[in-house]
C-alpha cells in the first residue's frame, strides 16, 4: 500500500468517526450481471443508487433504483438482467451446427461432414451486441483429379466429368481390354481425402488346356491353352448321363471352372419278376436292353405276408448302382414259370 492510500484510508476512517453516531450504506452488492452506476465508496441513508444491465444483458423487470436505508443497508436487488441473445443458425449444407444455447457468451462448434472441408471459422461467440462473432463456415466438398488408369485398362465414369475435377463421392468402373483379367478394385471412388481409391491391375490370364472327363469328350476339341473367359464344351458318351454344366471356363486363377461328370447307366438285377418302368408293367425279360440311365427309377413288388397282398417300391440308379429293395424277394424258377399268377406283382395289391 502506497502511502498516499495509507493517509487517505486513515482520512476516511477519521471522517467515518466524525459521523458514527449516523449509519451510511457502503458500495450495494450485486451480481455479475448488474451495474452500479455512479458508484460511490459511501451512500447517506434515503439515497439512491442507480443500478442498471452490464453489456450482454437486457432488463428482465425488477427495479432499477435502490435506496440506503436509515439502518444502512440496501434492502433486496430486485432488478433482473437476462443474457442477450444471438439471431438463431442453421446447419451449414454439408455441416452441422453444435450449440446448447444461442445466448451472449454461448459458443456454437461447426463441423462439416465426411468429404467436405470446413472454409471459415470452427467456432462463433455470441457477443455483449447479440452478434455473432464470426459468420458460419462454408462446407467444400473435397476433390480429387481425374481417376488413374491401370495399364492396358480404362475406367467407365457414373457420369461425364465436368473437366478434370471431380468432388467427393465422384465414381466409376474400371474395365480391362479383354482378354485380360480385372485383379482388385472394379469400383473407383473420389474418396473423402481427394485421393483415388487404388485402382486393380489387368493381367493375362492363361488356363491349360482342357483334360478329358471319364466316359465323355470336348465338343470341337482343340488341345490347346485358352485365355481368361474362353469356354470349352463337354459331352457325355451314349447312356451316360451329365451331371454338372456342360461349359467350362478359364477363370481369373488360371484354373478352369468345375467340369461335369459323366453318370453310368444301371443294369436291373431281377432275373424273375416284373418291374414297372417308364409308365409301363412289364416282365423282366422284355425289359430290353435291361438299362436304366443315372437318376431314373424302376419298381419292383414286393409280398406283404400278413396280408397277402403285393406293394410297389421303388429304387433308383445312381451313377451305374441300383440297389434293389431287401423286401424284394427273387422267386424260384419253377414258381416264375408254373405259378406266376401269385407273385407279388401279380396278386392284389395292398390298400
Ligand atoms: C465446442 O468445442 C469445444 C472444444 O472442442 C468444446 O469444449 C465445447 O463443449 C463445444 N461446444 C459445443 C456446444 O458442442
Ligand atoms: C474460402 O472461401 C473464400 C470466400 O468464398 C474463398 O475466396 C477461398 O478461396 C476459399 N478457400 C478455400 C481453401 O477454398
Ligand atoms: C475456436 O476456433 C479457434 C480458431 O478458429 C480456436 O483457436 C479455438 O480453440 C476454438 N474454440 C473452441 C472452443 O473450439
Ligand atoms: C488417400 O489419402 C489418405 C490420407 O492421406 C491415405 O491414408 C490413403 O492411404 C490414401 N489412399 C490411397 C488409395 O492412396
Redesign the pocket.
Known amino acids: 500500500m502506497s502511502l498516499r492510500v495509507t493517509l487517505l484510508l486513515l482520512f476516511e476512517l477519521s471522517l467515518y468517526a466524525a459521523v458514527s453516531s449516523k449509519k451510511v450504506c457502503g458500495r450495494p452488492t450485486v451480481s455479475g450481471e448488474v451495474e452500479v452506476e455512479a458508484l460511490q465508496r459511501v451512500y447517506e441513508p434515503g439515497e439512491e443508487a442507480v443500478l442498471s444491465c452490464a453489456p450482454g444483458y437486457v432488463r428482465a423487470g425488477g427495479s432499477r433504483v435502490i435506496i440506503c436505508t436509515r439502518d444502512g443497508d440496501w434492502g433486496k436487488v430486485s432488478l433482473k438482467c437476462a443474457p442477450k441473445s444471438c439471431p438463431p443458425l442453421n446447419d451449414p449444407t454439408h455441416g452441422t451446427a453444435e450449440f446448447i444455447n444461442i445466448v451472449y457468451k454461448s459458443t456454437i462448434n461447426y463441423t462439416c461432414d465426411e468429404g467436405y472441408?470446413l472454409?471459415?471459422t470452427t467456432n462463433s461467440t455470441c457477443m455483449h451486441d447479440g452478434k455473432w462473432s464470426h459468420p458460419p463456415p462454408?462446407c467444400?466438398p473435397v476433390t480429387c483429379g481425374l481417376a488413374p488408369i491401370p495399364i492396358y485398362g480404362k475406367i467407365v465414369y457414373d457420369k461425364k466429368p465436368v473437366g478434370d475435377i471431380v468432388t467427393f463421392g465422384f465414381g466409376g468402373r474400371y474395365e480391362c481390354l479383354p482378354p485380360l483379367a480385372l485383379f482388385g478394385n472394379e469400383k473407383a471412388s473420389c474418396t473423402a481425402h481427394g485421393n483415388w481409391t487404388v485402382p486393380p491391375e489387368c493381367r493375362i490370364v492363361v488356363c491349360p488346356a482342357p483334360t478329358a472327363i471319364p466316359h465323355g469328350f470336348i465338343t470341337f476339341a482343340v488341345k490347346r491353352e485358352h485365355g481368361y473367359k474362353e469356354r470349352v464344351k463337354y459331352g457325355c458318351d451314349a447312356n451316360y448321363v451329365m451331371d454338372g454344366a456342360p461349359e467350362i471356363e478359364c477363370e481369373k486363377t488360371s484354373q478352369w471352372s468345375t467340369k461335369p461328370v459323366c453318370r453310368a447307366p444301371c443294369t436291373v438285377n431281377v432275373k424273375r419278376g416284373r418291374i414297372f418302368y417308364n409308365a409301363k408293367k412289364m416282365w423282366i425279360e422284355d425289359f430290353k436292353p435291361n438299362r436304366l440311365l443315372h437318376n431314373e427309377y424302376v419298381v419292383v413288388y414286393c409280398l406283404n405276408k400278413e396280408n397277402k397282398c403285393g406293394y410297389p417300391v421303388a429304387t433308383q440308379c445312381i451313377d451305374g448302382t441300383l440297389k434293389i429293395p431287401e423286401c424284394y424277394e427273387e422267386p424260384s424258377g419253377t414258381t416264375y414259370t408254373l405259378n406266376s399268377k401269385s407273385l407279388p406283382s401279380e396278386i392284389k395289391m395292398c390298400p
Open positions: 472441408i472454409n471459415g462454408v467444400e
